[in-house]
Nanobody, 123 residues
Framework: QVQLVESGGGLVQPGGSLRLSCAASGFTFSNYWMYWVRQAPGKEREFVAAISGSGGRMYYVDSAKGRFTISRDYAKNTVQLQMNSLKPEDTAVYFC????????????????WGQGTQVTVSS
């Protein structure tokens, strides 16, 4: 069955870095766009970053540009999100998702979802 398992969340001070990872199984990894989506308390889910099946196209929410980098490893079927210069407003549960189509609109329902990992940015 399909599984997306996130890891790497935690508590970090403002200005710090975290690297999230998502292990994918149960589907043809290279055929899917992979996403990171976040949800802060009391807010809607928000697209953060996407990478195409080939790895050649990446998209980011404006607030993440220049600070976050999405990448994927085809040998391990994993997708990573390197987050630098973290801010308190980055605090959220971060979800890994997969879809055969590109979707960055708020509320987009991706085909597969992970369970999420908490990222807290606080001093």
């Amino acid at each position: 069955q399909v599984q997306l398992v996130e890891s790497g969340g935690g508590l970090v001070q403002p200005g710090g870095s975290l690297r999230l990872s998502c292990a994918a199984s149960g589907f043809t990894f290279s055929n899917y766009w992979m996403y990171w989506v976040r949800q802060a308390p009391g807010k809607e889910r928000e697209f953060v970053a996407a990478i195409s099946g080939s790895g050649g196209r990446m998209y980011y929410v404006d607030s993440a540009k220049g600070r976050f980098t999405i990448s994927r490893d085809y040998a391990k079927n994993t997708v990573q999100l390197q987050m630098n210069s973290l801010k308190p407003e980055d605090t959220a549960v971060y979800f890994c998702a997969a879809d055969q189509n590109l979707g960055t609109a708020r509320g987009y329902e991706y085909h597969y979802w992970g369970q999420g990992t908490q990222v807290t940015v606080s001093s």
